[in-house]
């Protein structure tokens, strides 16, 4: 750091704060001195960059970040900022880390680089953080995914009744299925399920609602109704892959089922339609879709099928786009 007095030709001691100024070094003018830095002994007012520094008082630190903001689409992504500060001034990341977002390293001294990394969204709507780095506010926003019904077809096949070892529920629907990339452009980064439907189609409820098991926050007693959201293979807990126009991969639905009844299962489907971004850096403008989704899309009836466990063949594949 540069520290300079107004006369070019004064004396004055400059010193490190922790030798409580019992120790220094006389220079003329102008200095570069490590930081902290205190200016023990000299007459008049000096000045730190454009910041007046007094005899005694600490030459403070500045810091500056770019970007200050980053906009990160529903796949999630990775922003690299920059620290602009002098050697020897420590920082940190200081507020609330949400989960779906990781901040590395968490401190340093002089200038240096901060990675931002986040996570898919599948909160179903647009999500924001502000924290600080090195004192300054920094905002990550981050889109929801699109909903991509139009872009997949969802077939089933071997579906199985089976026992559970769930309280209260005797039976257990097992589904295997295809969930296919059927456009011929667009890829699909990240896809995840949402549970649409999933009830009796006539008669009075049973007395336990029926469960996707296979759901992210399932367990035998909670989870797994309407609203809930299936990010895995359902089989091994793998996460669903980006489907690239065309390519398939295979999903499996465990349903417990309080009692073995003509049942309606609907889906909608979530994903990316922008990939994940990796900044150097720079300022980003909003990511925008390449595909507009319609309201009336969104609220038409998802991929689904309706199921009669006991009839032959059992599944009937539907699909209300």
Not at 203 to 217: K, S
Not at 283 to 288: E, G
Request: glycine share 10%.
């Amino acid at each position: 750091m540069t520290i300079n007095h107004p006369n070019s030709g004064a004396n004055f001691l400059v010193g490190n704060a922790a030798t409580n100024g019992t120790a220094g070094s006389i220079v003329t003018g102008t200095a570069t001195v490590p930081v902290p830095t205190t200016i023990l002994n000299a007459p008049g007012t000096f000045t730190s960059g454009n910041i007046a520094v007094t005899p005694g008082q600490a030459v403070p630190c500045s810091f500056g970040i770019s970007p200050t903001s980053t906009s990160f689409p529903a796949a999630g992504g990775v922003q690299t900022l920059t620290i602009t500060t002098t050697a020897g001034c420590a920082w940190n990341v200081t507020g609330t880390i949400p989960p779906w977002l990781s901040v590395s390293p968490s401190s340093g001294s002089g200038s240096g680089t901060v990675t931002v990394t986040t996570s898919a969204n599948r909160d179903g709507a647009p999500r924001t953080a502000t924290f600080s780095i090195a004192g300054q506010n920094y905002t990550a926003n981050q889109a929801a995914a699109d909903l991509v019904n139009g872009f997949l077809s969802l077939t089933t096949s071997a579906p199985e009744l089976t026992g559970t070892a769930c309280g209260g529920y005797p039976n257990e629907l097992l589904l295997s299925a295809t969930l296919t990339n059927t456009s011929p452009t667009q890829t699909v980064f990240l896809p995840y399920f949402q549970l649409l439907e999933l009830r009796e189609t006539t008669g009075a409820p049973p007395p336990l609602p029926f469960r996707l098991l296979t759901a992210d926050d399932a367990t035998c007693s909670s989870g797994g109704v309407v609203g809930a959201i299936q990010s895995t293979d359902g089989a091994t807990a793998t996460p669903l892959p980006t489907l690239a126009p065309g390519q398939s991969t295979t999903v499996t639905f465990r349903i417990a089922m309080a009692q073995i009844r003509r049942i309606r299962f609907f889906l909608n489907v979530f994903g990316g339609t922008v990939p994940p971004v990796v900044l150097n850096g720079k300022p980003t403008d909003p990511v925008k879709s390449p595909v507009r989704m319609l309201p009336a899309m969104r609220n038409a009836r998802g991929l689904g099928l309706e199921v009669t466990p006991n009839a032959v063949p059992p599944v009937r594949f539907k699909n209300d786009r």
